[in-house]
C-alpha cells in the first residue's frame, strides 16, 4: 500500500475526540498542561522550559508544537469536550511509508486513565488506515514514565539514539527509539481495545 497524507478529520472514541489544534486553542491547552510537572517529565525539552507566565508559555508552544507542517491535535474528553491534551503526527515520509507520533503531553488528572491509550489507538490507526507502514514513537532516555507508556501500547523498542537534540536546560538529550508496524498492529490494537474496556477505562471521568 502507497502512504499518502492523512485527511484532516476529527478521531472519535468512547473516551476521547482527536481533533486538529488551533493556535487560538492556547487558553484552554495552557489550563491542561500549561504545569511544571508536565514539563517535568520531559515535555517541551524538560523543566527548563516551562513558563510560568501564560504569554511566556505560549509564545514557547507556539514555536515548539509543529503548526501547518504535520497534524497538531488536540485531545478533548468526549463527554465534556473539555481539552486535556495534544499530541503530534509528524515526519510524514510518504515514499518510505513512514511517521512519527510524538509531542504528547496530557493534563496530569488524566494521567494513568484510558485516555492515552485511546488517543493512540485513533491516531495510530488513522495512520496506518492511509498506508502508513511504520509509525515511530519516541522519548527522552530519562523520561521513565513516558517510556512505560509506550511499552504499554504494545511498541517494540528499537534502541537508544545517542546526543540527538538539547534539552532546555542545556544539556544533550539521548532518545529512546520505538515502533509499530502495519503487519503488527491488528494485534496492537486488539490489546489497546481489551485496554479500554477494563473496568477502570470505561468512562472518562
Partial sequence: MTARRPSTVTLTGSLVTVAPLDPSDL????????????????????????RADYDGWAA????????GSELVYGVRRASSGVLVGTTTLEVLDLRNE????????YAPEVWGTGVNAETK???LGHAFAHGFGRVQLQAD??????????????ATFEGVQ????????????????YSMLADE??????????RLTAPS???DS
Fill in 27 to 50: 487558553p484552554e491547552l495552557h489550563a491542561a498542561i500549561g504545569r511544571p510537572e508536565v514539563f517535568a517529565g520531559g515535555w517541551g525539552g524538560g523543566p527548563a522550559a516551562y
Fill in 60 to 67: 514557547f508552544v507556539r514555536g515548539y508544537l509543529r503548526w
Fill in 98 to 105: 513512514s511517521a512519527h507520533v510524538g509531542w504528547t503531553a
Fill in 121 to 123: 489507538l485513533l491516531v
Fill in 141 to 154: 532516555v530519562r523520561n521513565e514514565r513516558s517510556r512505560a507508556a509506550i511499552l504499554r501500547l504494545g
Fill in 162 to 177: 545517542r546526543r540527538t537534540q538539547p534539552r532546555a536546560d542545556g544539556s544533550w538529550r539521548d532518545t529512546a527509539v
Fill in 185 to 194: 498492529w491488528p494485534t496492537v490494537r486488539a490489546g489497546l481495545e481489551r
Fill in 201 to 203: 477505562n470505561r468512562s
